[in-house]
């Protein structure tokens, strides 16, 4: 008896691993970046307010992305999910093209135990694999709560350095803070007397502001994009302009999902990764610039 009672608690024990190590489950996420509103658009004196409406529904399309988080107790992949374009719709090369910027266009891996990350990037038609470190996030735990999909969240919130080549974090310059002198040279630039640039109406901040709510009823150290570090699946994530909310859980699904880290593109690190865009970025503001001092040319007013 005593045998038998020693194997069937072995067999739990066993059972009971296997079930950790067998975890799985799936998540979706909506994201969602306010767009910047574009008045005037002075660039092109042909655009009609109609032409600048539709450009703007445009951009806030291009910021509305739904993604698939797949994770178990160490690892977890997060990719967009793929979207038919409509039938005779523009844009789709832009979309690309921006993708890079905008957290989107490939498969972030991320593996908690070795706290590293691989996400594969393709920039100007070249394919990147940027592996590094996962940032480490001091996040403070609130005891504020609330209900997302049926789980009980809790809050916590984190303050991190801003990414220069991330889009969603550009932030329209805020004229009101700005010095009588700095404000003269601002109006020079929109009357034409001096060269300006699309690009010179955003500024990035130094650090952003992070709130995350999280469920320790899913006990993974996982999150959307590059968040994780906390004890319960990261439901929902703010950065003061991009939202991340979760709209569907699955877990211990029948059929499981590899998870497993891209492959293809030239191994950089983030650092690496960053100064290229970053290079190419002042390239096609001095270029832009350039161009934009011909006849006809003028700013692009940017409003919040």
Known sequence: MKKVFFYMSLLFVFSQVQ???????????????????????????????????NMEERMKKMLEKTFILNFDKSA???K??????????????MRIMMNSF???????????????????KEFMGKEFLVVDS????????????????????????????????????????????????????DAKKTSGETKTNFQDNF???????????YSPEIPVNQGPENYWGLPGLILEVNDGRT???????????????EIKAPTKGKVVSQKDYDETVIKKMEEFREMNRGREGGPGGGPVMIRR
């Open 19 to 53: 079930a950790q190590k067998d975890f799985q489950g799936m998540a979706v996420y909506e994201s969602k970046t306010q767009a910047p509103k574009m008045d005037g658009m002075r660039a092109n004196r042909d655009i009609t307010p109609e032409m600048q409406k």
């Open 76 to 78: 977890s992949i997060y």
């Open 80 to 93: 967009e999910e793929e979207k038919l374009e409509t039938p005779g719709q523009q844009g789709g090369g």
């Open 102 to 120: 905008m957290g989107g266009g490939g498969t972030f891996y991320k593996n908690v135990k070795s706290k590293s990350y691989t996400v594969d």
């Open 134 to 185: 996962l940032p480490k996030l001091n996040w403070k735990m609130e005891s504020e709560t609330k209900q997302i999909g049926g789980y009980t969240c809790y809050k916590a919130t984190a303050v991190k350095e801003a990414s220069k080549t991330d889009f969603r974090n550009f932030r329209p310059k805020n004229n009101d803070d700005k010095k009588p002198e700095e404000k003269k040279d």
């Open 203 to 213: 500024e990035i901040p130094k650090e952003i502001i992070i709130t995350a709510w």
């Open 243 to 257: 939202t991340i909310l979760c709209s569907k859980i699955v877990l211990n699904a029948k059929d499981k999902v």
